[in-house]
């Protein structure tokens, strides 16, 4: 989706598709953009960063974006590449984070002119407020899930947990790559250009990003505390059961003992004795009671 707008004092904001890109190699060229970049806006896995070319004065900065489809059933996030050049940004969008062109261009609409800088960063602010719903949402699907393990542990409910787990992984390593990033801005020869409103747009867009740190982190800390506990009832469960199968064999073992003594083709006690069988199921009872009772004093030692 191509997009060009004007900003303030002649500056400009355009917005260029990454597929039109890899497609036509040579048509980024009239934006004197250099191969580097290019390659840094095809690469899906690149890292949030900054790329400061001295000779040009350009900037190139890569911001973690929520990619709100999810292809699985989890979350991750996609990179967005930002172009700052003298009087003019250069965004590299794709189909994942389409809808970040659309809450820019939407701020440019409602907005009053703006520099390219303060431009920049209320965009990068809105990148980190389109995290909110969704980690919120994510935030309510935990205690449902919580919920409903309390109730009974099952496997559907365990992958569901598991599935949260691994989004919020993926957000709260995408989520401090950006505070990074920003924290590298603010120690940069750039900084000290920015006027007092830039500064100001900037200090808001760390702010966003430090909370966003803290809840992604916060929320990923609960979620894991919550998996080792359901496995540590799991694995309790199965030495419960493990346990109460081992007695029952015990007790059955003692029965096909006395049966297969008394089985033998030997001369026996009581082998002509019609009550022999009363006398076999009483001895039975008597030692399953005594071993009943051993083994509750062992278990409850162990």
Not at 157 to 180: G, H, I
Request: glycine share 2%.
């Amino acid at each position: 989706m191509f997009i060009e707008k004007e900003l303030k004092n002649g500056m400009s904001w355009i917005n260029l598709d990454a597929d039109i890109l890899s497609q036509h190699p040579d048509s980024y060229k009239e934006y004197n953009i250099d191969e580097e970049t290019i390659e840094y806006a095809l690469d899906k896995n690149e890292r949030a960063h900054m790329d400061y070319n001295r000779e040009t004065g350009t900037v190139v900065f890569i911001f973690n974006v929520l990619n709100l489809k999810r292809a699985k059933n989890y979350y991750e996030t996609v990179p967005m590449t930002f172009v700052v050049q003298q009087d003019r940004l250069i965004t590299i969008s794709n189909k994942e984070n389409t809808y970040v062109v659309d809450m820019m261009k939407n701020y440019v609409e409602h907005h009053e002119p703006v520099t390219v800088y303060k431009f920049l960063f209320a965009s990068l602010e809105l990148v980190c407020n389109s995290y909110y719903p969704v980690i919120e949402q994510m935030d309510e699907t935990k205690d449902n899930i919580n919920h409903l393990l309390h109730q009974t542990t099952t496997k559907k409910n365990l992958f569901a947990l598991a599935d949260l787990e691994t989004s919020m992984v993926y957000l709260v390593a995408a989520t401090k790559q950006n505070r990074m990033l920003l924290e590298h801005i603010k120690g940069h020869a750039i900084y000290r250009h920015l006027d007092e409103i830039e500064k100001e747009q900037f200090y808001d867009v760390m702010i966003e990003a430090r909370q966003l740190v803290a809840m992604t982190d916060l929320i990923a800390q609960v979620l894991n505390q919550l998996s080792g506990s359901y496995n540590n009832i799991l694995n309790n469960n199965l030495n419960d059961n493990l346990a109460l199968l081992t007695i029952i064999s015990v007790l059955l073992a003692v029965l096909a003992v006395i049966t297969g003594f008394f089985g033998m083709n030997v001369p026996l006690p009581w082998s002509s004795d019609k009550n022999a069988w009363l006398y076999i199921v009483l001895i039975s009872f008597i030692l399953w009671i005594i071993l009943v009772q051993f083994l509750k004093r062992f278990v409850n030692k162990q």
